[in-house]
């Protein structure tokens, strides 16, 4: 049981804390996200060896810009948030919000006050990002519950036994990327865009979208290059190359497809407009991130429409692709020899405590932007903007539901724009 209390160990009680503590029941361990999808028996374990700590009336839990390595839940009582913008609000341990943690990231985004007696449970940062880690150490993985899943067991068995079809990177972003690495100059790079004139045509139309300001329109693929940088280039040829992937003869696989890509591009806007306001990472490598996050429902989807129409059903498509996209994804990136950051981004993107080490990372940026995608839809079932680790990396930027929907508004014109030139 020591590595397991060790697992969950966080900060030492707070000295404005009660020396009363409570004890903690499986039945609310349960309750939290993501801690209950841990087995039973850690749970059970936990709830025996711990105790949740004591806030009195008026204390203070955290203050904004203060560093931890702790996530903290908050299990009886009221607290009150308030964001670097002045902006509050309540949580109380009965809402749904309080299944998720007030606070997870590398330093709290919000000042947390009790507006009455309160209890909290602090849990070390290892155990929120323990389903990333499940997820980058092990294959393809069925879980208990879908294992009567035929569809999944049968695409499972064809991706163990390698007997699956992968798309391959357009051959323009593979010559592009290979003559790059023997640092060529911008001349070389225009003679092999050419090669590919839809490409070069959208390349221009790219450097002439409000992405990139400039008072005289780029009249020539050299003039598109020289304004948006070589690596910029390389990864808009590559995004504007990766449309094509997302094709199907299938009318019924098609509509899924075309569903597919259109969310893909709309995170990848939004990864764009979040690395250009941060100024943290190259805004193209994030709408590259965003783009390829979930491309590994592409061959699942494929798989499916040569399979009889009747060997499955819609609900077992839904129930399958949240499980095969992640190892999925990573083996298509490592097959077009994508580094590490970006197989990650395949992986993780839709683990919101995924809890990457060092500064912001694209996969943090495609966490933001899915959560942004929903911003304006019942959010019950997803956590607060400023609780996940992802948000306390951003330097240049406070982010809260008012100040999120400030920076799209803003940013709407060149979402929209962008939008329409991958889309065309």
Not at 128 to 151: F, G
Request: with cysteine; charged share 20%.
């Amino acid at each position: 049981m020591a590595s397991l209390s060790s697992f969950f160990k966080g900060k030492k009680t707070s000295s404005s804390s009660s020396l009363i503590s409570e004890e903690i029941t499986l039945e609310t361990l349960k309750q939290l996200i993501p801690i209950r999808n841990l087995s039973e028996d850690k749970l059970r374990s936990f709830a025996l060896e711990h105790k949740s700590e004591v806030l009195l009336k008026g204390k203070t839990l955290f203050s904004i810009n203060e560093a931890d390595n702790s996530a903290i839940y908050l299990l009886r009582g009221t607290v009150l948030l308030a964001d670097g913008n002045g902006k509050t609000y309540e949580v109380e341990a009965s809402a749904a919000k309080a299944k998720f943690p007030l606070s997870s990231g590398v330093k709290h985004n919000t000042t947390a006050t009790a507006i009455s007696d309160i209890s909290f449970l602090r849990v070390s940062q290892k155990i929120m990002s323990i389903n990333s880690e499940n997820q980058k150490n092990a294959e393809l993985i069925i879980p208990k519950e879908l294992s009567n899943n035929r569809l999944l067991q049968t695409f499972s068995q064809h991706f163990l036994d390698d007997d699956l079809e992968v798309p391959s990177l357009p051959g323009i972003a593979i010559k592009l990327r290979k003559a790059m690495q023997k640092e060529i100059g911008i001349d070389e790079a225009v003679t092999i865009i050419q090669l590919d004139p839809v490409i070069s045509a959208k390349l221009i139309e790219v450097a002439n979208c409000p992405l990139y300001v400039s008072v005289m329109p780029a009249k020539s693929c050299f003039e598109a290059v020289k304004r948006i940088g070589l690596n910029a280039t390389r990864s808009l040829i590559i995004s504007l190359s990766i449309k094509n992937i997302f094709k199907s003869d299938s009318p019924r696989i098609k509509k899924q497809l075309d569903h597919l890509w259109k969310n893909s591009l709309y995170l990848s806007s939004l990864s764009y407009v979040l690395a250009s306001v941060s100024k943290q990472k190259m805004p193209e490598e994030a709408l590259l991130a965003g783009l390829i996050c979930d491309i590994g429902a592409v061959p699942f989807l494929n798989f499916v429409s040569n399979l009889p129409s009747d060997y499955y059903n819609e609900e077992e498509i839904q129930q399958a692709i949240p499980v095969v996209k992640g190892v999925v994804g990573a083996s298509i990136l490592k097959s077009w020899g994508f580094t590490e950051e970006f197989i990650n981004v395949a992986l993780t993107s839709e683990d919101w405590y995924q809890q990457s080490e060092g500064p912001l990372s694209y996969t943090d940026i495609v966490v933001l932007s899915r959560l942004h995608s929903k911003i304006g839809k019942k959010m019950t079932h997803l956590p607060a903007m400023t609780s996940i680790p992802a948000a306390s990396k951003l330097k240049n930027i406070t982010l809260s539901p008012e100040n999120s929907l400030s920076i799209l508004h803003n940013a709407k014109d060149k979402i929209n724009d962008a939008l329409k030139t991958f889309t065309s």
